[in-house]
């Protein structure tokens, strides 16, 4: 069965370093979003993707992110100055419409 | 604004037992679907169970279903026949037929008591 995947699934950082997490969609999904979970807290809202350009985003990405699908199958957040507030797990997910999102298992970013 | 509420932070159920999530929504929107996501310790989201709005007739999923009351916006997950592996955090959430997110609640954290 189709998944989608997430790499690392874990990943250290010092404060203030860029981090990226990588993501690879199910291949015939048109939708992808990043939502993060701070931990044992609500599911929040990152950013949305589709047809190569951001469709929504949150107030929380803001300039430290920023989202890129480089070829076609991976899907990367990139947070380019890490803060202490940015550890949580981060889920990517993507839909074949606008229905049902699947779930990646997730990245556990923890910044030092 | 987009809200879904899940009034019971944690419920626990007997094995073999039934129990009831409950959420509710707010949305003026119309054509929209709804769903029950679940987290298991893995933290890993599996979607349990999909109602789309325009449906009067309530989803199932094998020991899954929903009692989905468009007008009151209430949206609740019935378990039967609880298992172990059903412990997990759930979460409702909803889209817009034509959004770009998902809004989720708070979620219920469930245990199976063996």
């Known amino acids: 069965e189709p998944e989608v995947t997430q790499t690392p699934s874990h990943q250290v950082t010092q404060m203030g370093q860029e981090v990226i997490l990588r993501c690879v969609p199910i291949s015939n999904h048109l939708y992808f979003y990043w939502y993060r979970q701070i931990l044992g807290q609500k599911v929040e809202f990152l950013v949305s993707?589709?047809?190569?350009?951001?469709?929504?985003k949150s107030e929380i990405f803001d300039d430290q992110f920023s989202v890129e699908r480089p070829d076609g199958s991976n899907f990367t957040l990139k947070i380019r100055s890490t803060k202490l507030e940015d550890s949580a797990m981060y889920f990517c997910?993507?839909?074949?419409?606008?229905?049902?999102?699947?779930f990646g298992q997730g990245t556990r970013l923890t910044v030092v | 604004a987009q809200t879904v509420t899940q009034s019971q932070p944690e419920m626990s159920v007997q094995e073999a037992e039934t129990v009831t999530l409950s959420c509710t929504y707010d949305?003026?929107?119309?054509?929209?679907?709804l769903f029950w996501y679940k987290q298991p310790p893995s933290r890993q989201m599996i979607l349990v169970i999909r109602?789309?709005?325009?449906?009067?007739q309530n989803a199932t999923e094998n020991r899954f279903s929903v009692n989905f009351q468009k007008a009151a916006k209430s949206f609740s997950l019935k378990i039967s026949d609880s298992q172990l592996g059903d412990t997990a955090m759930y979460f409702c959430a909803f889209i817009f037929a034509t959004g770009n997110q998902f809004y989720f609640g708070t979620g219920t954290s469930l245990t199976v008591i063996p």
């Open positions: 949305t003026s929107e119309n054509n929209y679907y």
């Open positions: 109602q789309e709005a325009y449906k009067q």
């Open positions: 993707f589709y047809n190569n350009e951001i469709s929504e």
């Open positions: 997910a993507s839909s074949e419409m606008n229905t049902e999102a699947f």
